[in-house]
């Protein structure tokens, strides 16, 4: 059971199957992609598949991603939440927004919800990171705002990747 969360703006949610054309045509925006993963757009497979990862991964760990949704519209503006897949350096707190959605604060929104329902309701204490890459200058900002702090610099997916751990309480 994926729970739904709701915040002045946002809700949070499953991702369902209808999402795929607007999940699709974010993950192939190159503007976008350009820091997550191997650092480029992916095709509608994958982004199907990154889809059902998320889906799975609350099966098998019991947290995920999330969708974001804008209340108002119905609109999917990206997605926000947990990645812990097998051989993560520890539990990540991610997030992704379609470039349309960008400068309006719903990354941070998404993300302090995902943290806060996270530590309150999933038990997620402990190591909580967020992997950045260095000319993330958006998301930098972000993990700064959010209270992380740069922790080291890894090498992640083949690219170097900086570890922002996020204070244990907050």
Same mark, same amino acid.
């Given at each position: ?8 703006? =946002? ?5 369902? &199957?209808?999402?795929? @054309? !607007?999940?699709?045509?974010? /993950?192939?925006?190159? @503007? ?10 992916? +095709?509608?497979?994958? !982004?199907?598949? #990154? ?26 503006? +990206? ?9 993560? $350096? ?18 941070? &929104? ?10 309150? !309701?999933?038990?997620? @204490?402990?190591?909580?990171? /967020? ?7 958006? /998301?930098? !900002?972000?993990?700064?705002? =959010? ?7 890894? @090498? ?5 990747? #900086?570890?922002?751990?996020? $204070?244990?309480?907050?």
């Amino acid at each position: 059971m994926i729970p739904t969360l709701h915040t002045e703006r =946002l809700t949070l949610r499953a991702f369902a &199957e209808a999402d795929l @054309d !607007a999940y699709a045509a974010m /993950s192939a925006d190159a @503007d976008v992609m350009r820091h997550i993963g191997s650092g480029g757009p992916v +095709g509608r497979d994958i !982004a199907w598949r #990154q889809m059902a990862l998320f889906a799975g991964h609350w099966a098998l760990r019991g947290y995920g991603m999330w969708a974001i949704e804008e209340t108002a519209s119905g609109t999917l503006v +990206g997605r926000a939440g947990f990645l812990n897949p097998e051989g993560w $350096p520890a539990n990540e707190l991610g997030w992704l927004l379609a470039r349309a959605h960008w400068g309006r604060g719903y990354a941070l &929104e998404a993300a302090l919800a995902a943290r806060r329902h996270g530590r309150e !309701a999933l038990g997620l @204490d402990g190591r909580l990171i /967020s992997l950045i890459r260095a000319d993330n200058e958006r /998301s930098l !900002a972000l993990a700064r705002r =959010l209270g992380a702090h740069h922790e080291e610099t890894i @090498d992640f997916m083949g690219n170097p990747a #900086q570890v922002w751990r996020h $204070p244990d309480r907050a």
